[in-house]
């Protein structure tokens, strides 16, 4: 290690005196940053300091929050205004229906939208009114996709042994956490994502108790693994064949890959989707969107859908959101994204090869991640689990940091392109890349 990382050590000391483990998510943690967490001080911009004064370009981007990178002059022109007006109401305001109007020109299924705080609250809500829509329970999910920590989304979302996942047309149901009653989880119909066959077998047995199936379009939560050609829509029509919703999980995709997230992307008509991070530009945010026939489902009556929430339609986010929409509504946004983002996956790929580094990236545009492999590509969570040395994914990631680049070590989350990232921070990433890769062999 080259850097100074004194003050990150001794501020990880003091805040394990009152955190667990220093931090407010194992993510953050010394188990995914071993030795210890950088203690990150300030952003502009595509960069971060530590508070050891050590300068990174940032390819986390807040776990993709960060569409507009850090500290983005229009959003910190709208929080210091806003914030003076007063922060939240918990009251209608205006800010709430303008934000909720861009929303809804960007996003083509959203009939209405529904603000919530977090992308986990928002799969949490979209699960409820499928169930209540629907009258049925059940649904399924697939395996290696997270939808946050609400209790039935919380299996088959870690990596394991292979041996442990079961077979593919009956995977095992293998929780993610202590704490959830297992009757929870008899709701819960498991399957292997990218591979219809076997979701269709799985369906012919159980489909018509389902309530929904829910689906990331891209499998962001094993780094990053695309769908094959037409599977989204096929997943869709199969939901419909057997009376569930079709929900699409776009609180990573969602204003990433098109205005209208990846529904526009690939062109997809679901029942309900779910927003979150680039939504908010770095200020804490879900939200659903759908038609009036489900999303009414919430006005108030004896036999409504209940979502309730304090701080639902903060004014200072919902300020925020507007901004952040007209922003990424303003020409170029997404073809910069897309450039720079396939820059790097070039150069990435340029660099592997040169060096003689068995590895791919994958992904395309905003969003890619490298998994040091044998195989010419990573196709779901059973892959992912047998073929990927993410240890040797931290190891690269380590040596990155000391050249001043900044990701998580974790394999499981994925590289971020941001409005704010240029062509000197590409060229920053592949001779930092190169250098790791030097070391690494
Ligand atoms: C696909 C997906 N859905 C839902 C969530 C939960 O969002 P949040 O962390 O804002 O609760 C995440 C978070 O990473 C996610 O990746």
């Known amino acids: 290690m080259t850097r100074n990382l004194t003050r990150s050590r001794e501020y990880l000391a003091r805040a394990q005196q009152s955190l667990v483990e220093g931090v407010n998510s194992p993510s953050r943690g010394a188990a995914v940053y071993a030795p210890g967490p950088i203690f990150l001080e300030r952003g502009r911009g595509s960069r971060v300091w530590d508070v050891d004064g050590n300068e990174y370009v940032d390819f986390m981007m807040s776990f993709g929050a960060l569409i507009q990178g850090h500290a983005h002059p229009k959003i910190v022109e709208v929080v210091s205004k806003g914030v003076a007006e007063g922060s939240h109401f918990a009251a209608a305001t205006p800010a709430e229906a303008e934000a909720a109007a861009r929303f ?15 992308g986990s609250e928002a799969t949490m809500l979209a699960l409820r009114l499928a169930r209540a829509h629907t009258g049925r329970t059940k649904f399924l999910k697939f395996e290696g996709h997270y939808h946050g ?9 870690h990596g394991h042994p292979i041996e ?14 202590e704490g959830i009653p297992a009757s929870v989880f008899e709701d819960v119909i498991v399957a292997p994502w990218n591979d219809i066959p076997r979701l269709e077998a799985i369906l012919a047995k159980q489909g018509s108790q389902l ?14 693994i695309p769908p094959r050609d037409g599977y989204l829509q096929q997943v869709c029509n ?12 776009e609180v990573v995709t ?44 919430m006005r108030w009556s004896e036999h409504m859908v209940l979502h309730y929430g304090t701080f639902n339609g903060h004014r200072l986010t919902m300020n925020v959101v507007a901004a952040n929409l007209d922003l990424l509504s303003a020409d170029g946004g997404y073809r910069k994204l897309f450039a720079i983002g396939d820059a790097a996956i070039a150069g990435l790929r340029d660099v592997f090869r040169r060096r003689d580094v068995q590895a791919v990236v994958q992904g ?17 969570y059973r892959d992912y689990c047998q073929y990927v040395d993410t240890a040797k994914f931290s190891r690269f990631v380590h040596r990155l940091h000391d050249q001043g680049i900044y990701m998580t070590p974790s394999n499981g989350l994925h590289w971020i392109i941001s409005t704010a990232h240029t062509e000197r921070d590409v060229e920053a990433l592949l001779a930092a890349a190169d250098q790791a890769c030097a070391e690494l062999s």
């Not at 920590?149 to 979302?157: M, R, T």
């Not at 989707?273 to 939200?287: H, M, Q």
């Open 104 to 118: 809804q020109r960007m996003v083509p299924s959203a009939q209405a939208v529904r603000f919530a705080n977090t």
């Open 149 to 157: 920590w609400y209790d039935p989304y919380c299996l088959n979302g």
């Open 164 to 177: 442990q996942l079961g077979p593919p047309e009956n995977p095992a149901k293998i929780p993610d956490s």
């Open 211 to 224: 309530a929904a199936i829910i689906t990331e379009p891209i499998m962001a939560n094993m780094g990053c």
């Open 238 to 249: 199969l939901a419909h064949r057997y009376g569930a919703l079709f929900i699409l999980d």
């Open 254 to 297: 969602g204003f990433r890959y098109a205005p209208g997230g990846c529904q526009q992307f690939y062109n997809l008509k679901p029942d309900l989707s779910t927003f979150g991070k680039a939504l908010g530009a770095g200020f804490p945010i879900g939200a659903v969107a759908g038609p009036r026939a489900i999303l009414d489902r």
């Open 364 to 380: 395309f545009g905003p969003m890619f991640q490298v998994y040091f492999t044998t195989r010419d590509a990573i196709h779901d």
